[in-house]
Nanobody, 124 residues
Framework: QVQLVESGGGLVQAGESLRLSCAASGRTFSDFDMGWFRQAPGKDREFVAAITWSGGTTYYADSVKGRFIISRDSAKNTGYLQMNSLRPEDTAVYYC?????????????????WGQGTQVTVSS
């Protein structure tokens, strides 16, 4: 079992930045790939970014590429999502998730462990 807890959400203005954290406990976090997803009201949950268990490879949705940076610190059992140049359309609940390696990074179906989510609101 892996328990995930997100933090760092909040209300910001367009153009500002936020850094989300995902603290893991339980099984060794470094055994799993990590992803961030988001869900806006009335919309499906969508992929945002992912990073492999080693931290060597990252993936991003086109909508956040060049603005968001995913990273992880295995020594701290923590993952991060640095969000820059935020836009109102980035407003959503953000979830971190963990999955075993070798499965598609963009599909929420393959992530076995999920955090409770943290709200990010970007005003115009």
């Amino acid at each position: 079992q892996v328990q995930l807890v997100e933090s760092g959400g909040g209300l910001v203005q367009a153009g500002e930045s936020l850094r989300l954290s995902c603290a893991a406990s339980g099984r060794t976090f470094s055994d799993f790939d990590m992803g961030w997803f988001r869900q806006a009201p009335g919309k499906d949950r969508e992929f945002v970014a992912a990073i492999t268990w080693s931290g060597g490879t990252t993936y991003y949705a086109d909508s956040v590429k060049g603005r968001f940076i995913i990273s992880r610190d295995s020594a701290k059992n923590t993952g991060y999502l640095q969000m820059n140049s935020l836009r109102p359309e980035d407003t959503a609940v953000y979830y971190c998730a963990a999955k075993v390696s070798g499965t598609p990074y963009y599909s929420s179906w393959h992530y076995r462990y999920w955090g409770q989510g943290t709200q990010v609101t970007v005003s115009s």
